[in-house]
């Protein structure tokens, strides 16, 4: 059995990595409203107990999942960790004493309790002590509504608004002025002006070296002198290559052996992820892990489609978030990067197999299954592999950015 899913991040006021929302589904073909949400939910269940981990998922952080009113009778939620999820319950369920009863059950078991894009109605006061976070559709909602809500809670502190569907800037500060305490949406990742930024010196060595490595016989003396003329990144690179992901039973010492260990493949992926993370210093960490996930998203893909170069794939899913992260077009950028033709032209004209790679990353991601199914069958890919390859891509990401915050 094979698992469609995609994370959707939830951010705080800080844009720091609140929770993600869960959405899975049996296959790219069973979109809603073909499937309805108590066998979606269901799938949700058993796939966190046969067929994934939610720490793969998840990593620390919460999990906001959607249940119906079956699956909250049937108890669903009691097989999964309350530390770990927030039960999400759907829109489509009425306030009724049904309802409320499952609700005080589950706050007496210790879960976090959310209501989804809520439609404000005066029956859901009986709700509100149970409830810790109420979603809000910003697109859907009028700002005078809104104002009702907050003026409905404002006797229960313990409830938070959380502004669903947020993709701008302009949103995500309307929303923070307006009191919402959670933002989900892709608002982080699209620049939020046009703006040139520097780079720095030690960023100008990283795409200096990003350059070498790009080249089909590298200079390994040449990059060891460049590494050996910086010591904050020889430091990094010792530290990356000794990290135990790479499970070493002999420690790396030398500049030089750190470079032989890492080998061609792994060294440009340790200098595209310690150059993006230096640029994107002042930008959600989420927008950093988002970059590595698609990176080796691609990568993944172009192992399956078996036509297409893994180091291209992997850095046109890295670099397809640079204009957001240096908030400047996307032409400007690649303008200053040493990249492939091929590269630049799916990230600037849309067009080639990387850039249907890219197409179907940012259709994962906010689970358009069905439009995600087209690109599939255009690259011919074994539909079978493609979950994997997004788990696979999840997993990988989080083990980044562990590695690069020791």
Request: glycine share 2%.
């Amino acid at each position: 059995m094979y698992f469609y899913a995609a994370r959707q991040p939830i951010l705080n006021r800080d844009k720091q990595l609140f929770a993600y929302e869960l959405l899975f589904r049996d296959g790219v073909t069973n979109a809603f409203p073909n499937i309805d949400g108590t066998e979606a939910t269901s799938r949700i269940i058993e796939g966190s107990q046969f067929s994934f981990g939610l720490d793969d998922f998840l990593d620390d952080k919460l999990g906001f999942i959607n249940f119906t009113l079956p699956t909250l009778l049937k108890k669903f939620p009691s097989m999964l960790p309350k530390e770990q999820v927030v039960i999400e319950i759907l829109e489509t369920v009425q306030p009724s004493k049904r309802l409320l009863a499952e609700c005080v059950e589950l706050k007496e078991k210790g879960f976090t309790i959310a209501l989804d894009d809520y439609i404000h109605k005066p029956v859901w006061r009986h709700f509100y002590p149970y409830i810790d976070i109420i979603k809000i559709d910003l697109r859907t909602t009028s700002i005078e509504t809104i104002n009702e809500v907050q003026q409905a809670i404002k006797d229960f502190p313990n409830i938070k608004l959380l502004a669903e569907k947020v993709e701008t800037n302009e949103e995500y500060t309307m929303a923070m002025e307006m009191g919402f305490s959670y933002f989900q949406g892709y608002f982080f990742a699209k620049p939020e002006m046009l703006q040139a930024k520097a780079l720095s010196p030690a960023q100008i060595t990283l795409v200096e070296l990003l350059y070498e490595t790009s080249r089909p016989d590298i200079d390994l003396r040449k990059i060891t002198q460049v590494f050996e003329r910086d010591v904050n990144l020889s430091y990094k690179l010792l530290r990356y290559s000794n990290s135990a992901i790479f499970k070493r039973r002999a420690e790396v010492e030398t500049i030089k052996h750190a470079l032989v260990a890492l080998g061609q493949a792994e060294l440009k992926k340790f200098l595209s992820l310690l150059f993006t993370s230096q640029i994107s210093s002042d930008k959600p960490a989420e927008l950093m892990r988002m970059s590595m996930t698609r990176a080796r998203f691609a990568e993944e893909l172009a192992t399956i489609q078996g036509r297409t170069d893994t180091s291209k794939a992997f850095l046109t899913g890295l670099m397809s978030l640079m204009d957001a992260i240096l908030n400047e077009p996307i032409e400007s950028v690649m303008a200053k990067l040493p990249l492939a033709t091929d590269i630049k032209q799916a990230l600037i004209d849309k067009t080639g197999v990387l850039a249907d790679f890219i197409t179907l990353i940012e259709l994962y991601e906010t689970a358009q299954w069905q439009d995600a199914n087209a690109i599939i069958d255009k690259l011919k890919l074994a539909k079978d592999k493609v979950p994997d390859a997004y788990h696979t891509a999840v997993q990988w990401a989080n083990e980044q950015m562990k590695a690069l915050a020791d």
